[in-house]
């Protein structure tokens, strides 16, 4: 068994996330007009932003909780500024 949470609860969302950019692709061939692929864009984005931040969520949860009850710094330590590094990249 990993020592990673599991993240399989994310499937149906990310399934559905597909199939919108399966949708969208389609859209562009048709020649949908820009706004309604927009629209549909700015929804796929939505989509993986709530899966993602629920992936973070349960990574804080977990590995992150279990670094700071275990007292490893060092971990500790690593694993924020993967966090850190991570929202930088946002910005």
Request: aromatic content about 2%; proline content about 2%; overall charge positive.
């Given at each position: 068994?990993?020592?990673?949470?599991?993240?399989?609860?994310?499937?149906?969302?990310?399934?559905?996330?597909?199939?919108?950019?399966?949708?969208?692709?389609?859209?562009?061939?048709?020649?949908?007009?820009?706004?309604?692929i927009l629209t549909q864009l700015r929804a796929v984005r939505?989509?993986?932003?709530?899966?993602?931040?629920?992936?973070?969520?349960?990574?804080?949860?977990?590995?992150?909780?279990?670094?700071?009850?275990?007292?490893?710094?060092?971990?500790?330590?690593?694993?924020?500024?993967?966090?850190?590094?991570?929202?930088?990249?946002?910005?």
């Amino acid at each position: 068994m990993s020592q990673h949470p599991s993240h399989l609860e994310q499937i149906p969302r990310l399934n559905r996330a597909a199939g919108q950019i399966e949708g969208i692709k389609r859209m562009v061939g048709e020649g949908q007009y820009c706004v309604d692929i927009l629209t549909q864009l700015r929804a796929v984005r939505s989509a993986i932003k709530t899966i993602e931040l629920s992936v973070l969520e349960t990574h804080m949860k977990s590995c992150l909780a279990k670094s700071c009850q275990c007292g490893d710094d060092a971990t500790r330590d690593k694993q924020l500024a993967e966090i850190l590094g991570l929202l930088k990249k946002y910005e």
